[in-house]
């Protein structure tokens, strides 16, 4: 009898407009220890045509969304409340990524967030948000 096929792991979004900091956040994935596929998108218009896409397909539905304040933090707090206002993506972990001093980490609470990370990522934070949360 053949082996069931492992099961897919919904992939983990990223939004981040820095290429090298987008990198760096793939390695952290990676060093976390798990297997996920990273999507990597560099804005917030992108992250919503990607988000479009996955409501018509559930496959494609992302099971983390990480979002770089610096990208405008109003406007990533509209994608957040956004999400969270979507009945087939309010499931999705929401995670805030801003340097330490960023003013809007405080109001990203508000919008839904469940966890925040800070640049430089660290790879021990990554992983433990995505064991506690997945």
């Given at each position: 009898?053949?082996a069931a096929p492992p ?21 952290a994935v990676r060093a ?65 990524v801003a340097t330490p ?34």
């Open positions: 009898m053949d099961t897919r792991r919904p992939p983990l979004l990223l939004v981040e407009p820095d290429v090298d900091a987008a990198l760096r956040f793939s390695q976390a220890g798990d297997r996920w596929d990273l999507f990597s998108v560099p804005d917030l218009p992108a992250a919503r045509r990607c988000l479009n896409a996955a409501l018509a397909d559930a496959n494609c539905r992302p099971a983390a969304v990480f979002i770089n304040l610096a990208l405008g933090a109003e406007d990533a707090l509209d994608l957040m409340a956004w999400i969270r206002g979507k009945s087939d993506l309010g499931s999705c972990i929401l995670v805030a001093d960023n003013p809007a980490l405080a109001h990203a609470a508000a919008h839904g967030t469940d966890a925040f990370l800070t640049h430089p990522v660290d790879p021990g934070a990554l992983a433990s948000i995505l064991h506690r949360h997945l």
